[in-house]
């Protein structure tokens, strides 16, 4: 059964930080391409960062230098460090390997 749960958002103040994970059960994430997206209120769905399958990362320019991706193959999870956190990364934050976990709340006042 193929699931992903993202969690580790929540309601912080500016210049904040928090570390999202994504676990992931029904498949192994090692060499798997994946990626960390954004859906702010009103907004369409934006892809922030993620990890190629030779496991490069990639950021787009909007959180380059204050988001890290990182994983953890032995706990098949993936994560994401958000520091600097400004009112504009107030999103509901996913992971996708090509499937979609349900998302986790990042608020930023």
């Known amino acids: 059964h193929v699931q992903l749960v993202e969690s580790g958002g929540g309601s912080v103040q500016a210049g904040g930080s928090l570390r999202l994970s994504c676990v992931v059960s029904g498949f192994t994430i090692r060499l798997r391409r994946m990626g960390w997206f954004r859906q702010a209120p009103g907004q369409g769905r934006e892809g922030i960062a993620g990890f190629h399958s030779q496991g490069r990362t990639r950021y787009t320019d909007a959180v380059k230098g204050r988001f890290a991706v990182s994983k953890d193959n032995t706990k098949n999870t993936v994560y994401l460090q958000v520091n600097s956190l400004k009112s504009e990364d107030t999103a509901l934050y996913y992971c996708?390997?090509?499937?979609w976990g349900q998302g986790t709340q990042v608020t930023v006042s």
């Open positions: 996708t390997f090509g499937v």
